[in-house]
């Protein structure tokens, strides 16, 4: 049964650095793209970042270019998005999530499969 689970996260200051992590189990990523997806208090669920799992492309919003990375470990079937000079509005849960073969790396509903979540919390 494919899993993905996360881990990262937590409470940190305006500034610091996080990173999450992604893992599949039962799956592998190999065919489709990773994105990571957040969900702020009284927001609509957001894109976050994306990599294309074949071709390695990135995708980010335009909230957290030059803020955050994603990047994938393929042998570990790890996705990875790191978390610099967060801001308390970056305060959120976050997702990982595999997007479905072809499908829009920046659209929510062309993801398939989700993570638990994990929360970030940024004060200032």
């Known amino acids: 049964q494919e899993q993905l689970v996360q881990s990262g996260g937590g409470s940190v200051q305006a500034g610091d650095s996080l990173t999450l992590s992604c893992t599949a189990s039962?799956?592998?990523?190999?065919?489709?793209?990773v994105g990571w997806f957040r969900q702020r208090p009284s927001v609509d669920p957001e894109f976050v970042a994306a990599?294309?799992?074949?071709?390695?492309?990135?995708y980010y919003a335009d909230s957290v270019l030059g803020r955050f990375t994603i990047s994938r470990d393929n042998a570990k079937n790890t996705v990875f998005l790191q978390m610099n000079r967060l801001k308390p509005e970056d305060t959120a849960v976050y997702y990982c999530?595999?997007?479905?073969?072809?499908?829009?790396?920046?659209?929510?509903?062309?993801?398939?499969?989700w993570g638990q979540g994990t929360q970030v919390t940024v004060s200032s």
């Open positions: 999530a595999v997007g479905r073969y072809g499908g829009n790396p920046r659209r929510q509903s062309d993801y398939v499969y």
């Open positions: 990599i294309g799992w074949t071709n390695g492309n990135t």
């Open positions: 039962g799956r592998s990523f190999s065919t489709y793209s």
